[in-house]
T-cell receptor, first 113, second 110 residues
């Protein structure tokens, strides 16, 4: 079965640079979620989209933005990167908005140096 | 906002022993989900509990949702090395689709 695809899998950036993470949800899933997970931490919800509209917003810094496109893929744009942004970034997708179980992608490991 | 507390933080067991992790919420939950994350992997959905007092089983795993819908537990019978990982409970809270507990990291010694 098709799973959530994230790219790139690994990314190294320097402070103050920008990064774009991409997420391709499971086919027919209409909802995408973004999470940030620091080492040894639980996933922290950043933002979600349902049918291409932002649905919920969590602890996403103002330096970050995201959108969902007409083909339902989503991109997380991160600017003015800081050392503390180094983390695993997971994208998850689901059906039926926020009511269903979420399927997580493999994650993008971002390292800011 | 809601806080989801999970204990223990770590658990080391001998293969064949049982394991239980507990999740407590400061507020009533409409539902609770459980995820497993293997080392170096991503969270994988295990189950969703919705009804008060609900009990669900998946092979050696038993999931319970408290009567007040504020706590939940995951019990694994006769652990195997394949059970190694971090188990998270998670529930919705206001504008957050899922608030995760801190997780319980399970180590199984063969």
């Amino acid at each position: 079965a098709a799973g959530v695809i994230q790219s790139p899998r690994h990314l190294i950036k320097e402070k103050r640079e920008t990064a774009t993470l991409k997420c391709y949800p499971i086919p027919r899933h209409d909802t995408v979620y973004w999470y940030q997970q620091g080492p040894g931490q639980d996933p922290q919800f950043l933002i979600s989209f349902y049918e291409k509209m932002q649905s919920d917003k969590g602890s996403i810094p103002d330096r970050f933005s995201a959108q969902q496109f007409s083909d339902y893929h989503s991109e997380l744009n991160m600017s003015s990167l800081e050392l503390g942004d180094s983390a695993l970034y997971f994208c998850a997708s689901s059906l039926a908005g926020r009511l269903d179980e979420q399927y997580f992608g493999p994650g993008t490991r971002l390292t800011v140096t | 906002g809601q806080q989801v507390m999970q204990i223990p933080q770590y658990q080391h067991v001998q293969e064949g022993e049982d394991f239980t992790t507990y999740c407590n919420s400061s507020t009533t939950l409409s539902n609770i989900q459980w995820y497993k994350q293997r080392p170096g992997g991503h969270p994988v959905f295990l189950i969703q509990l919705v009804k008060s007092g609900e009990v669900k089983k998946q092979k050696r795993l038993t999931f319970q949702f408290g009567e007040a819908k504020k706590n939940s537990s995951l019990h694994i019978t006769a652990t195997q090395t394949t059970d190694v990982g971090t188990y998270f409970c998670a529930g919705p809270d206001g504008n957050t689709p899922l608030v995760f507990g801190k997780g319980t990291r399970l180590s199984v010694i063969a």
